[in-house]
């Protein structure tokens, strides 16, 4: 389908948005190029430009655009899937699927924990642990904000570390001698609040994936408490269910 029927038995935006599903099919949008404004599509197809933005709106909903505020609108990259089979770190799952992870510290400094953080880590509220926050990216495009809260003996050495070259995770088995043996993990879905959005490069708003996280070391000992923020348009979850059988 190349052109916008007026008078076919499909809505023109449903048609519009085959076209566009077909150009990223066919390759001729390739992920992170910039896609014709409203104005472009409409005049190109004889359309409105609001039948031009309902198309392009229900293409951002499904994850196959985003939105840049100020700049427009851009072909998603492939989806980022990572497996609830084994305990992974960030860099350990980007790597794994061939692209380049990155990092940005925005907030690494030693902080009273909060009652839920203590809970978690079952440790006082007010103890002084490692306070975390980064932004985390896939080939260089932002994909998640990450906050970590981890209580060890020590811990305030990870002041001098590197965390943005070197995998915390990493870092802490073999630097530290803490295997990382376990974790619960929860997902939630969510919306992006403004600040969020922002570090992101996404809509106000805009779908995300929240995660809860506690790590735990040898003998059932909690390390590292995490919350995260991810693009919910790039990322997703995958796990293998399997059923018990029933006695006969």
């Not at 990572?82 to 770190?89: A, C, I, K, R, Y």
């Not at 870092?171 to 403004?194: C, K, S």
């Not at 995260?228 to 269910?241: D, E, F, I, S």
Request: charged content about 30%.
């Amino acid at each position: 389908m190349s052109t916008v029927f007026r008078k076919g038995p499909l809505p023109r935006y449903y048609q519009l948005k085959e076209i566009m599903r077909e150009k990223i099919r066919l390759g001729e949008w390739k992920p992170g190029d910039l896609i014709p404004s409203e104005r472009e599509l409409g005049e190109q197809y004889g359309i409105s430009r609001m039948t031009a933005r309902q198309a392009i709106t229900e293409l951002v909903n499904e994850g196959l655009f985003y939105r840049e505020q100020g700049k427009g609108t851009f072909v998603s990259r492939h989806k980022i899937t990572q497996q609830l089979l084994h305990l992974t770190g960030f860099t350990e799952d980007i790597r794994a699927r061939g692209q380049r992870p990155g990092t940005k510290v925005l907030t690494a400094k030693m902080s009273p924990a909060d009652e839920t953080t203590a809970e978690r880590l079952r440790i006082k509220t007010g103890q002084p642990i490692f306070y975390l926050q980064r932004l985390r990216l896939a080939d260089e495009e932002p994909l998640a904000v990450e906050v970590s809260h981890l209580s060890f003996m020590g811990c305030e050495k990870l002041l001098e570390e590197d965390l943005e070259q070197n995998s915390l995770y990493r870092l802490l088995e073999t630097r530290y001698g803490l295997p990382l043996v376990e974790a619960e993990q929860e997902i939630e879905a969510g919306l992006f609040d403004e600040a969020s959005a922002q570090l992101l490069k996404v809509p106000v708003n805009s779908a995300a994936l929240f995660t809860r996280r506690t790590t735990y070391t040898e003998r059932d000992i909690p390390i590292e408490y995490a919350r995260a923020m991810y693009c919910g348009n790039k990322y997703t979850y995958y796990t293998n269910l399997k059923r018990e059988q029933l006695m006969p």
